[in-house]
Every structure is written in C-alpha cells, then in structure tokens.
C-alpha cells in the first residue's frame, strides 16, 4: 500500500507534467477555411488552395460537368450524391474535384473540401463527429482510394460508413474519391475463388463501387484531345507550342494525360525563361 507521503509526490508530479505537456490545438473554425486536411486525428485548414481554373479542365466535359452539378446541389442543400471518380493516372480525376469545389465557391455557394491524408479510414468515423458540428457543406476528398491484399476493416468501414447515409455523417457531407480502378479494390481479389460460394466473395468485394451514387470514368486521351489540352494551357499561359513536338513529348512518357499536358507547358515556360502557377 502507498504510503501518504508518496502518493502526495506522485500527484505533484502528475500536475507538473500537465502543465509542461503541450495543449491541444484548437478546434479549427470550420467555416473559414476553403478547405482543411485530416490526418486521421486533427483537421487542418490549407493554407494555399489553388485549384486548376475549371474552364481549363479539357477532354472531360462530360465528367466535369456532372462532378459541378453534384457539387452545386450540395452547396445548396439538395439531394446530392457520393461520388467515385476512377480511370488512368493523370487524366484529371483529383484535378476535376478540386476544380469543382472552387467554382462553387467562387460563386458564392457555401461549401469546404475537406482532404483526408490518411489510410485509416476507420478513423472518418472521428471526423463524421467533427463535421456536424457545422452546417455547412462538406466535400469529403479521398485521393487514390484502394486496398491491398485482404478486403479489411478499412474498407468495411468506409463501406458501412456510406451505407449509413445521413445518419452517419450528416446530409451536408458527400464523399468524392479517386481510384484507379472502377471497382476500388485491385483485380486479383475479383478472381480469387471461395470454396463456398466465390460469387458471393465477389459481390461483397464490389459492393463498395456501388455505395457510390455517380460513378465518373475518365479514360486514356486520345492524341487531338491531348493536343487540345496543351493549346489550352498554352493559351492561358502565353506560349507558343508545336503540336508534334507535344506529341513526341508525351510518346517519351508512354502517356497522353492531362497531366503530362501540364509537364510539357511547364517545359515550354522553362525554355523561356518564365515562371508560372499550376492554377
């Protein structure tokens, strides 16, 4: 048993290091920021949210306009709904949600993004909790969504997550997520067998795809596409281009992207001496 003199020392000692420990930062006021970032336990504004200029988005027309569309009804509380962006690396996906969320807000519509930088999605349960405590409306942002190996709890928590609806996150919060794949998880577990009944394994593990209630696809560009894309940049930016030197630039790289259209008309302002912003 502890005598009374020690236990008098160990609670001096306990209130000295809560005094020394840092503080918990602030809650952030979630209606000053265009957009904030979750790291798994705190959110953060970001301090420079510079999306690409939606007019500029180019080849995608019909995928930016159902993405902006979606995002109006929610900025103005209608029915609006989750949305899944899959297809190649670099054709536009991340860029298409960021540019979105910033021409609703550019037109005065209120609306945040929020970024989720982390791979513990069992931990937006957290921040479903921190968002209701604001009403305004909240594009929830997962880049890249995808799961290695087993299914596992992440995405059954992600799945049950949107399965839940409003009554898990609130009507003002909508998820928008990248993959590039259209059915998120990786092809190998589609095909793997269960001794059972491997249709019902498949159908559990493309079950999430399907929570989503717009699916966009952005696909491989087509040379003219690609070409159209260089144009646009160059024109915003002041550059003079040669379509075929364009072409060749992106033959080097095995890919026609929007994307590898940025990289070139980054070269073509380094040739000439210029510097420029990715917005």
Same mark, same amino acid.
């Given at each position: 048993?502890?005598?009374p003199?020690?236990?008098?020392?160990?609670?001096?000692?306990?209130?000295?290091?809560?005094r020394?420990?840092?503080?918990?930062?602030?809650?952030?006021?979630?209606?000053a920021?265009?957009?904030?970032?979750?790291?798994?336990k705190?959110?953060?504004?970001v301090?420079?949210?510079?999306?690409?200029d939606?007019?500029?988005?180019?080849?995608?027309?019909a995928?930016?306009?159902a993405?902006?569309?979606?995002?109006?009804?929610?900025?103005?509380?209608?029915?609006?709904h989750?949305?899944?962006?899959?297809g190649?690396?670099?054709?536009?996906?991340?860029?298409?949600?960021?540019?979105?969320?910033?021409?609703?807000?550019?037109?005065g519509?209120?609306?945040?993004?929020?970024?989720?930088?982390? !791979?513990?999605?069992?931990?937006?349960?957290?921040?479903?909790?921190?968002?209701?405590?604001?009403?305004?409306?909240? %594009?929830?942002?997962?880049?890249?969504?995808?799961?290695?190996g087993?299914?596992?709890?992440?995405?059954r928590?992600?799945r049950?997550?949107?399965? *839940?609806?409003?009554?898990?996150?609130?009507?003002?919060?909508?998820?928008?997520?990248?993959?590039?794949?259209?059915?998120? %998880?990786?092809?190998?577990?589609?095909?793997?067998?269960?001794?059972?009944?491997?249709? !019902?394994?498949?159908?559990?593990?493309?079950?999430?795809?399907?929570?989503?209630?717009?699916?966009?696809g952005?696909?491989?560009?087509?040379?003219?596409?690609?070409?159209?894309i260089?144009?646009?940049?160059?024109?915003r930016? *002041?550059?003079?281009? !040669?379509?075929?030197?364009?072409i060749q630039?992106?033959?080097?790289?095995?890919?026609?992207?929007?994307? %590898?259209?940025?990289?070139?008309?980054?070269?073509l302002?380094?040739?000439?001496?210029?510097?420029l912003?990715? *917005?």
């Open positions: 048993m502890t005598d003199t020690t236990q008098d020392a160990l609670a001096r000692i306990a209130t000295a290091l809560e020394i420990a840092p503080a918990d930062p602030p809650a952030p006021d979630l209606e920021h265009p957009a904030y970032r979750w790291d798994g705190t959110i953060v504004p301090e420079a949210f510079a999306p690409l939606y007019a500029l988005l180019t080849g995608i027309d995928q930016k306009e993405c902006l569309e979606n995002t109006r009804r929610l900025a103005r509380g209608h029915a609006a989750d949305i899944l962006l899959w190649a690396r670099g054709t536009g996906k991340s860029a298409t949600v960021a540019a979105c969320v910033s021409q609703v807000q550019k037109e519509l209120p609306l945040a993004l929020v970024e989720v930088a982390t !791979d513990d999605l069992r931990s937006l349960a957290a921040l479903f909790s921190l968002l209701r405590a604001t009403s305004r409306p909240i %594009v929830l942002y997962i880049d890249d969504l995808g799961f290695d087993d299914f596992g709890a992440d995405a928590a992600l049950s997550l949107l399965q *839940g609806g409003a009554s898990a996150r609130g009507s003002h919060v909508r998820l928008y997520a990248t993959s590039n794949r259209r059915h998120i %998880v990786p092809r190998s577990m589609a095909e793997q067998d269960d001794p059972i009944n491997p249709r !019902d394994v498949i159908d559990d593990r493309l079950a999430l795809s399907d929570r989503f209630g717009l699916s966009l952005f696909h491989a560009l087509a040379q003219d596409a690609y070409v159209a260089v144009a646009r940049y160059a024109e930016h *002041g550059l003079s281009f !040669d379509p075929a030197a364009a630039w992106a033959t080097q790289r095995g890919s026609r992207s929007g994307r %590898v259209a940025w990289q070139y008309v980054v070269e302002a380094g040739r000439a001496g210029r510097t912003d990715e *917005g």
